[in-house]
């Protein structure tokens, strides 16, 4: 997990990876990049995801 792209490791800024997509950095670390090994398995995404979205909801929620 990484607030940019791999080689810019350690900079800070607008990330152009993502304004190629479209999507402007709105905030400064707004963005996260993942990356899974060569031996990661569909249910490896999947568990990502569900905790991901489990840390997001509970952000949600301190948040308000």
Request: aromatic fraction near 4%; proline fraction near 3%; glycine fraction near 12%.
């Amino acid at each position: 997990v990484s607030t940019g792209t791999a080689c810019s490791s350690g900079k800070v800024g607008e990330s152009r990876a993502i304004r190629a997509m479209g999507r402007l950095n709105e905030a400064p670390g707004g963005a996260i990049r993942v990356s899974f090994g060569d031996n990661a398995m569909p249910g490896h995404v999947e568990e990502f995801l569900l905790a991901w979205l489990k840390i997001r909801r509970k952000s949600i929620r301190s948040a308000a």
